[in-house]
Antibody
Framework: EVQLVQSGAEVKKPGESLKISCKGS????????IDWVRQMPGKGLEWMGS????????KYSPSFQGQVTISADKSITTAYLQWSSLKASDTAMYYC????????????WGQGTLVTVSS | DIQMTQSPSSLSASVGDRVTITCRASRSIGTYLNWYQQRPGEAPKLLIY???SLQSGVPSRFSGSGSGTDFTLTISSLQPEDFATYYC?????????FGQGTKVETK
């Protein structure tokens, strides 16, 4: 069974760093792209970027380029999303999702990680 | 970026109604168009991929159509569990984008 299990909710202060995770299981982790998607409170879905764990090829939405870093550790089948200096506007639910075999859609999603940034 | 615009932003409907949601791309995306359903407090769920292909396990009352710039998601007979927000997504370009969402509410 394909599963993406994300790390738990985080409460951070502005300026702090953070790395959240997404562990894949039940499939060949290195053969499928992983997407990260943001959902701010009461708002819609925003595609942030993708990583191919097989070779760590990465793509970023222009809106998130330079603001976050996407990485993966294929030895432990885990993808990551990290911030070096959080802002209050980073408060959101973050989802990871696996792209399907053709790479045209997200067929499996993690449960989401809620990040709250507040002083 | 390719911009995706959904209409309406919200709609009110009753169980049994036929519901249609449209999605327009800022330029042609062929059939690289997906639809997702998100219920409150849940992760999104893939309904339709490649404009008209039904994801495994999704009820047949959901259907998609369109190509180029104009796409439609239709729910043939709305069920109680279908009250949710629906998003289109383009995967034509290397940088994917979502529509702003359409909330289906009870009338």
């Amino acid at each position: 069974e394909v599963q993406l299990v994300q790390s738990g909710a985080e409460v951070k202060k502005p300026g702090e760093s953070l790395k959240i995770s997404c562990k894949g299981s039940g499939y060949s982790f290195t053969s499928y792209w992983i997407d990260w998607v943001r959902q701010m409170p009461g708002k819609g879905l925003e595609w942030m970027g993708s990583i191919y764990p097989g070779d760590s090829d990465t793509k970023y939405s222009p809106s998130f380029q330079g603001q976050v870093t996407i990485s993966a550790d294929k030895s432990i089948t885990t993808a990551y999303l990290q911030w070096s200096s959080l802002k209050a506007s980073d408060t959101a639910m973050y989802y990871c999702a696996r792209q399907g075999v053709t790479g045209w859609y997200d067929d499996y999603w993690g449960q989401g990680t809620l990040v709250t940034v507040s002083s | 970026d390719i911009q995706m615009t959904q209409s309406p932003s919200s709609l009110s409907a009753s169980v049994g109604d036929r519901v249609t949601i449209t999605c327009r791309a800022s330029r042609s995306i062929g059939t690289y168009l997906n639809w997702y359903q998100q219920r409150p407090g849940e992760a999104p769920k893939l309904l339709i991929y490649a404009a008209s292909s039904l994801q495994s396990g999704v009820p047949s009352r959901f259907s998609g159509s369109g190509s180029g710039t104009d796409f439609t998601l239709t729910i043939s007979s709305l069920q109680p569990e279908d009250f949710a927000t629906y998003y289109c997504q383009q995967s034509y370009s290397a940088l994917w984008t979502f529509g702003q969402g359409t909330k289906v509410e009870t009338k």
